[in-house]
């Protein structure tokens, strides 16, 4: 079998290298994978009838090249006619439509898709979208406050434009993107906010509402032996440095050792430390509490005999380089026993540097030298020593120069130093340094009122907050109630919630007067009188007379007619037509 190229140019096959045999030999095919230009005339011998359909298709396709077909680019498509030698159709692309066959191809105009009926065009809806007629196409536009969508079914493709949604399309409105708030939406572009507790409204947003501002809060963890640290929609009292939550009475109580400790950890630095709200600085935290809490757990000689680890908190966070980062860190520890003994930061400091290695996760002990700890994401560098024993023990232990880098010192109690007094205090030292005994007492401040005590703290009384004089003025005094009003002009009243007299209330006939410990008066003017005002005197009295003098003719009608009735009665006189007849004796 001997086919002959039909085109100079190159059709594009994988096999293109020069074919040699004779006409007769139709046993084998020799075709090279070498990529060169194709010869001008081709004698190919086909091994496969697949390969012969798919040279059949290439040779004999003429949309394959546009010089071998007159179909009209720009509104005809070719087609190549399956099973007819080099035949081809040019129907009409998507958007035109034929008017006449002329030379093989159609005659094809566009279709202008949006003068349909208007329930019918692509373009919804008709009143809000404008459609724009394009070759072979057409392009929908919608207002502003709208955005096109595509509504598309298996029967008609339809674009629509809907009006947008500032709480769908905006995620930062309301502060959704953080759980502030829920956006309601009320006709693009407007939108209500209702911020969730903890969050309060600025503009558009729900805002984390700083807790830690208002006295109210800072009084109230000042109470509990605590600082207020302000969270993302709410706040915690965190005991004082120094100080533990206690785990049975949820309250902070003093530590009888506290000591602070920088560790430096072979961690790259991260930003996000420098924030303590963070996620990660939380985790840090975290890990840290873990790590200590395995390094003391159950260990009641560590790092002094009789004491016991309570937890840790991480005050802050710095860079050391570019792969390490010195964290500062408050422990604290309880006495098990009534021993009171002093337990020097030295003792600390040599625990951690022997019981840290220890800690080390035995499986990702050496990745990068450095080792991971109880399975946190801190590290340490370590320095593995292998003992050879009949068990190959491994020892870690920290390098000479990590361990100088773990430095403490005591939590020093005092009112220059670590204490709980808020702003309503001041402190004053106390001789006692029995752990026992808070080492520092608070007292109120003037012109707060000291009304009871708690622990090392009096309870301070501030009489004028909140305020009790609405929006006048508040003075304290040294005497119950501690406090008096200046009210402003118009307003009077111990707490100055009385408002001064309307002109109604004396009914415009006399002058209305402000007297302490009567509230409003009048002083009417003649010939007014009553507590408002609304008596006229003379008018009163006539009204009066008449009325008495009413009732005193009625008496005396009365009394007139009961005297007449009685002396017709003793006169025999009697309803006579109701008497007896008399009867006449023959």
């Known amino acids: 079998m001997v086919l002959q190229a039909v085109q100079t140019t190159t059709i594009g096959l994988p096999v293109t290298s020069s074919l040699s045999s004779t006409p007769d030999d139709t046993s084998s095919t020799d075709i090279s994978t070498q990529n060169e230009a194709p010869p001008t005339s081709l004698d190919l011998r086909i091994r496969a009838p697949d390969n012969i359909a798919m040279l059949h298709w290439r040779l004999l396709n003429p949309c394959l090249r546009p010089s071998d077909h007159n179909c009209l680019t720009d509104s005809t498509v070719c087609r190549h006619v399956i099973g007819d030698r080099y035949a081809f159709t040019c129907p009409c692309r998507p958007g035109f439509k034929a008017l006449s066959l002329t030379d093989h191809r159609d005659q094809c105009v566009d279709i202008d898709e949006c003068l349909v009926k208007p329930h019918k065009r692509p373009c919804q809806p008709p009143d809000i979208a404008t459609c724009t007629n394009t070759a072979g196409s ?175 908190q991480v005050s802050q966070i710095t860079k050391f380089g570019e792969s390490y980062v010195d964290a500062t860190i408050v422990m604290n520890f309880d006495e098990v026993s009534n021993s009171s003994v002093d337990c020097p930061i030295n003792n600390v400091t040599s625990t951690i540097k022997t019981r840290l290695p220890a800690l080390c996760d035995a499986e990702n002990h050496l990745t990068g030298g450095t080792c991971a700890l109880e399975g946190t994401s801190l590290r340490v560098p370590i320095v593995t020593r292998i003992v050879k024993s009949d068990n190959n023990t491994v020892n870690r232990a920290l390098p000479d120069d ?28 106390a001789d006692s340094t029995n752990s026992s005994v808070y080492p520092y007492n608070c007292k109120c401040k003037d012109p707060y009122i000291p009304v009871g005590n708690v622990d090392n703290k009096e309870v301070c009384l501030d009489a004028c907050y909140p305020s009790p004089c609405l929006d006048s003025p508040c003075e304290y005094q040294s005497q119950p109630p501690y406090y008096t009003c200046n009210c402003l002009e118009s307003y009077y009243g111990v707490n100055c919630s009385d408002v001064p007299c309307s002109p109604s209330y004396c009914h415009e006939r006399g ?13 009417c003017e003649s010939p007014y009188s009553g507590v408002n005002c609304e008596k006229n005197v003379p008018q009163w009295l006539m009204e009066s007379f008449g009325a008495y003098a009413g009732v005193f003719l009625g008496v005396s009608v009365i009394g007139w007619s009961a005297r007449y009735l009685m002396t017709r009665n003793i006169r025999k006189n009697w309803w006579p037509h109701m008497q007896p007849p008399k009867v006449k004796l023959i």
């Not at 969270?231 to 004082?240: A, L, P, R, V």
């Not at 002058?511 to 002083?523: A, L, N, R, S, T």
Request: with cysteine; charged share 25%; hydrophobic share 30%.
């Open 138 to 312: 057409y392009e929908c536009d919608c207002p502003d406050k709208y955005r096109l969508t595509n509504t598309s079914t298996t029967t008609y493709v339809m674009l629509q434009c809907i009006e947008r949604d500032r709480c769908k399309d905006d995620k930062t409105a309301c502060g959704q993107d953080v759980n502030g708030g829920i956006c309601d939406n009320n006709g693009y572009p407007d939108f209500t906010c209702s911020c969730f507790p903890g969050f309060t409204q600025i503009a558009d947003l729900c805002v984390d509402l700083n807790e830690c501002e208002d006295k109210t809060v800072l009084d109230s963890c000042a109470d509990q032996f605590a600082q207020c640290v302000n969270k993302q929609g709410f706040y915690e009292c965190q005991c004082s440095p120094g100080f533990h939550r206690d785990a049975v009475e949820k309250v902070c109580k003093i530590s009888a050792h506290a000591y602070t400790i920088k560790l430096r950890l072979a961690m790259p630095p991260n930003e996000e430390y420098s924030n303590v709200f963070s996620a990660d600085f939380k985790t840090f935290s975290n890990d840290t509490q873990t790590v200590l809490g395995a390094m003391f757990q159950n260990v009641s000689h560590w790092p002094c005999a009789g004491t016991k680890f309570l937890d840790s």
């Open 511 to 523: 002058i209305c007067m402000v007297v302490e410990g009567k509230g409003q008066v009048c002083e």
């Open 402 to 429: 990590y361990e100088k880098t773990i430095v403490g010192e005591t939590v020093k109690f005092g009112c220059d130093e670590a204490n709980d007094c808020s702003y309503r205090h001041y402190c004053e030292q």
